[in-house]
């Protein structure tokens, strides 16, 4: 830990931000969500969510459009650059208590959730300080870590969907539908209302995450999103249409946790039953994904508000605010569909569309564009030795494309043996070194150290020893 | 009074590592600020155990909304 402490540059691909943003989605719109749409919609909700999906592309193009002006700059960054240093950090404070409130809601409903259905007899706040321990560690290793953990949770996720999905066609009764549009196309374009608040608008998180994307994956991020996009869609229309054609419409708009519920009626000849755990476990995968990247952006923002080095010795305290935070956040059931099902779309929709739409006309007016390097301040550049040098991500995509035309003359010739994917991603190691079982001891500081060294990270780690030196000296 | 100086300690706890671990880099400032909202969270802590009347952020939030949302919502719901 100690060693990797003052790192945040580090950089993730255009497919590992596309997967994080899925999973960002599914862990509102694959549990609770259903039940706030087909309240609304019935069961024509279904067409609620495709409707959805030109305005889920709308919003994430504001944000690309954002990005292309200001490449390498976060949201609190470039608002600054266009209205003005104190106006700028003005409006990244509504982020920051944004972000902390979008937090403790996240966390509430995951326990509610476990509260609920698998661990009754718990208490609630031990599962949320719990959950918000392994939270909390994992924003602190990193956006790279989060975006390595969210392409396992993807596959795995979208595995035990579509098994879940083929296990209930049985149960399917296509007379749910009808009547089909009965109260015109009005009924589910109101539907899309909760849509829009959670998860579209709190998409501006990955306002955070973009300036993260290697430089060679910014060319394919569009498609990537696109492709994103048209699966989101599509994942929550079919999980719709199932909800709907299994449990029915009355059913879907009184269950709190309608897909964890939907799961229960699978029932194959009395031999597979009880297979709903495993909803909850990849609900409770897209929800930690989702919990990790609110509370990434919560502190990340803080950090550039405040122009700190890094953002993590903000990790812990924030934690410590938002696990009370989310206990004392929903007073009972009633306040909570107020909350889920009126106010939180207008206040998530103004933070996550007004603005930067707002902010994407200021800088089409103002004609304002800046590649300059903004994510955080290297160690070595804010004391001013070494100013003149590339900044950390580029000398993180240098050094990534020199280890990886290494790694491409290396593994021509070895490429036997079932170590090689290890050795994918390690950097050059001395000969002696890689045969000896201290590889195997020494795996966990192998694999982190390469990424640091591609990440950008060697300035700020040189930076961190010399100063914990200097500041071991000093003591 | 027991989950009191148990979620004390912990904060204390917390702090105090915080507090070590950035001495070591000299990080002053990110030291500074990490204290402050520990002390937001250690009194957000203490304030819930004491029952003391906390005030909701979601009822701000209605509050600046209410002129908008009601009247949407009533128009949603009315099918």
Redo the contacts between chains.
């Keep these: 830990m ?1 060693k990797t ?2 790192l945040n540059n580090s950089l993730i691909t255009s497919g590992q931000a596309a997967k994080i943003l899925f999973m960002f989605a599914m862990g509102s719109s694959t549990l609770i969500l259903p039940t706030a749409v087909a309240a ?1 919609a019935k069961q024509d909700s279904w067409l609620s969510f495709l409707i959805a999906g030109p305005i889920n592309y709308f919003v994430l193009m504001i944000y690309l459009a954002l990005n292309d002006r200001f490449p390498r700059m976060s949201f609190t960054q470039y608002a600054q650059k266009l209205i003005g240093v104190w106006a700028g950090k003005a409006l990244s404070l509504t982020y920051i ?1 944004f972000y ?2 979008l937090s403790a809601l996240v966390l509430r409903n995951i326990s509610d959730f476990l509260g609920l259905s698998v661990l009754p007899q718990t208490p609630g ?1 031990f599962i949320n300080s719990t959950f918000m321990i392994v939270v909390g560690y994992g924003v602190f290793l990193g956006i790279e870590t989060i975006a390595r953990t969210g392409e396992i949770l993807f596959t795995w996720g979208l595995i035990i969907i579509f098994v879940v999905l083929v296990l209930l066609s049985n149960q399917f009764n296509f007379h749910n539908f009808e009547p089909i549009l009965y ?1 015109g196309l009005m ?1 589910p374009i ?1 539907g899309s ?1 909760p849509i829009i608040g959670f998860p579209i608008a709190e998409f501006v998180f990955f306002t955070s995450i973009l300036p993260l994307i290697t430089k060679q994956g910014k060319p394919k991020l569009r498609k990537d999103l696109k492709l994103v996009i048209v699966c989101l869609t599509f994942a929550s229309t079919v999980m719709t249409v199932f909800l709907i054609g299994v449990m029915g419409v009355s059913e879907v708009s009184r269950s709190p946790f309608s897909v964890y519920d939907m799961a229960k009626y699978i029932n194959i000849e009395e031999i597979v039953v009880r297979v709903e755990i495993l909803v909850a476990i990849v609900w409770i995968g897209t929800v930690f994904m989702k919990l990790v990247l609110c509370v990434y952006a919560l502190t990340v923002t ?2 550039q508000v ?5 953002y ?3 990790v ?6 938002i696990v ?2 989310s ?5 009972n059931v009633a ?1 909570t569909k ?2 889920a ?3 939180w779309t ?2 998530s929709s103004v933070q996550g569309i007004l603005f930067p739409l707002i902010l994407l006309f200021i800088a089409v007016l103002t004609g304002k564009r800046d590649s300059e390097y903004g994510i955080f301040p290297s160690p070595e550049n804010t004391d001013g030795k070494n100013a003149k040098d590339s900044p950390p991500a580029e000398q993180a995509e240098a050094r990534k494309a020199e280890s990886e035309a290494e790694q491409s003359e290396r593994t021509e010739p070895e490429q036997s043996g079932e170590g090689q994917t290890e050795q994918e991603q390690s950097p050059p190691k001395p000969a002696g070194g890689q045969k000896s079982g201290q590889q195997s001891a020494a795996s966990s500081d192998s694999q982190q150290s390469p990424r640091d060294q591609s990440d950008g990270s060697p300035p700020s780690d040189m930076g ?1 020893q010399s ?2 030196q ?3 000296s000093e003591e | 009074m027991l989950p009191l100086i148990a979620a004390m300690l912990m904060t204390a706890g917390i702090g105090a590592f915080i507090w070590i671990r950035n001495g070591i880099r000299k990080q002053y400032k990110e030291r500074g600020w990490a204290m402050f909202i520990l002390l937001i969270g250690a009194l957000l802590i203490a304030g819930m155990m004491l029952g003391l009347p906390i005030p909701n952020p979601l009822d701000m939030i209605m509050a600046i909304f209410k002129p908008v949302y009601k009247p949407l919502i009533a128009w949603i719901e009315k099918g």
């Design positions: 100690g402490a003052g609304i208590f902390l409130i706040w109260q009924s109101k209302y803080t950090a405040l122009g700190l080095n890094t993590r010795p903000l812990m305290p924030y934690s410590v605010i009370p935070l206990i004392f956040i929903y007073r306040h107020e909350v099902a009126g106010v207008l206040y961190d100063a914990s200097t500041g071991q």
